[in-house]
């Protein structure tokens, strides 16, 4: 079983910046994939970015180029660094946690229990 606890969320004005952490917990961390998602009122969750266990990232298009995921093996942390923060980046984000390469949307096995970002205009 693995825990995973985010923080770095709260209220920021558009055009600043956040830096989310998620610590996981339960499992050897290097072997785990990891995601960011966020859910907005309203809305379906939807993939932020993501990470896998060589270090290779993807990401949502609506954040590329402003967002980076990180890991640290040696402190069990995966990071989502956010700039240029907009209106619409405004929802809760979750941290994902898998034992094996995700094969599709959301195809994680493991879940946070999120932190809210609202960006203020």
């Known amino acids: 079983q693995v825990q995973l606890v985010e923080s770095g969320g709260g209220l920021v004005q558009a055009g600043g910046s956040l830096r989310l952490s998620c610590a996981a917990s339960?499992?050897?961390?290097?072997?785990?994939?990891l995601g960011w998602y966020r859910q907005a009122p309203g809305k379906q969750r939807e993939l932020v970015a993501s990470i896998t266990t060589g270090g290779s990232t993807n990401y949502g298009n609506s954040v590329k180029g402003r967002f980076t995921i990180s890991r640290d093996n040696a402190r069990n942390t995966v990071y989502l660094q956010m700039n240029s923060l907009k209106p619409e980046d405004t929802a809760v984000y979750y941290c994902a946690a898998s034992l094996r390469r995700p094969t599709a949307d959301l195809d994680y096995h493991y879940w946070g229990q999120g932190t809210q970002v609202t960006v203020s205009s």
């Open positions: 339960g499992s050897s961390f290097s072997i785990l994939y």
